[in-house]
């Protein structure tokens, strides 16, 4: 058995992250502390993100009202699937109490840097390339007009180096004339590592489609946010990239038993977690075999991170709620 509590937590982006989605200021998310019986601490986070189908950050505090204290292992194992970003978060608790489970960030050559959205990439640009080691960038579209995006990509690849590997993301923000105009654009530039979600989910059979008629690779990301949707679209003849964000996917266990059972081209992804979730998601991430392609964790950036005693602030200032 394990004595358990919550706290809610709001974490400001230092610049709104602007997406296909909208406009993102603060990250909101619970931080979940497990205790054995023993006096080992285990920490989880629920970090939602409900316009990937995700538990809403509301639904998921009252799940944590409504759960036993102490929590068995079976309740932590029978979380229900509707809830898949508190699922994340108790097995990652769970997980933390094992000292052998222990994860470790990464050289920052293995991540893929988030740049700031549209124009407002070049102001910072010279400072990012010279500051980062990485050679895997990643620029939100489907934010402006296709016009505008054209434009600002040309004058964006002629500022970066040959060398460098760009990810297109679209957040199911495109239409198909549109997506082959940028999967052309993208064949021809030679740069672009892949486009991420060009359609939305419900237009899977024409990303299909895309992906056979170009060279430039397709990610799936909203069709694929939890566990269910990996291995139906698996199951449908889907053979590219899919781009999952551990923090809502699901069953870590799941997770896990799914890339073992298929052959997936996995590509880790951040929801802009904090640092407890971040090293449960790197830990997944490193025990995964097949690791060639740099990690969607380049998102440091996005937040003050000069305070190592948040966490322990939050507790001591912080009630259950």
């Excluded at 709001?10 to 006096?39: F, K, S, V």
């Excluded at 105009?181 to 939305?200: G, M, Y």
Aim: glycine share 6%; hydrophobic share 40%; charged share 20%.
């Amino acid at each position: 058995m394990y004595f358990w509590q919550f706290r809610v937590y709001q974490r400001p982006l230092l610049h709104p992250l602007q997406t296909h989605h909208g406009l993102w200021q603060i990250r909101e998310g619970i931080i979940i502390r497990l205790e054995a019986e023993d006096g080992r601490i285990g920490w989880g986070e629920i970090a939602p993100l409900p316009e990937f189908g995700s538990e809403t950050l509301s639904a998921a505090i009252l799940f944590c009202q409504s759960l036993e204290n102490p929590l068995s292992i079976n309740s932590i194992f029978s979380i229900p699937e509707q809830f898949p970003a508190c699922q994340f978060a108790f097995e990652s608790a769970l997980e933390d109490l094992s000292i052998e489970n222990k994860s470790r960030e990464l050289e920052p050559r293995n991540y893929s840097y988030l740049l700031p959205t549209g124009a407002a990439v070049f102001p910072c640009l010279d400072d990012i390339l010279a500051t980062n080691q990485t050679n895997t960038y990643k620029w939100k579209i489907a934010v402006n007009s296709l016009p505008q995006e054209l434009k600002l990509f040309e004058k964006l690849i002629t500022r970066l180096p040959r060398n460098i590997k760009l990810r297109l993301d679209a957040n199911g923000g495109l239409s198909i004339a549109d997506s082959k105009i940028w999967l052309k654009i993208a064949d021809e530039s030679k740069i672009i590592e892949f486009i991420e979600q060009p359609l939305p989910p419900s237009q899977w059979l024409e990303m299909l489609q895309l992906s056979q008629d170009f060279t430039t690779g397709i990610a799936l990301d909203e069709s694929v946010a939890n566990l269910r949707q990996i291995e139906e679209c698996y199951q449908r003849g889907w053979r590219g990239i899919f781009v999952i964000k551990p923090a809502i996917t699901g069953s870590i266990q799941g997770l896990r038993n799914l890339w073992k059972k298929y052959p997936l081209d996995l590509v880790f992804s951040s929801v802009l977690e904090t640092n407890i979730g971040r090293k449960s998601a790197l830990r997944l991430a490193q025990e995964y075999p097949k690791k060639e392609r740099a990690l969607g964790f380049g998102v440091q950036q996005w937040f003050n991170n000069s305070d190592p005693d948040w966490l322990e602030k939050l507790w001591t200032t912080s009630a259950n709620n």
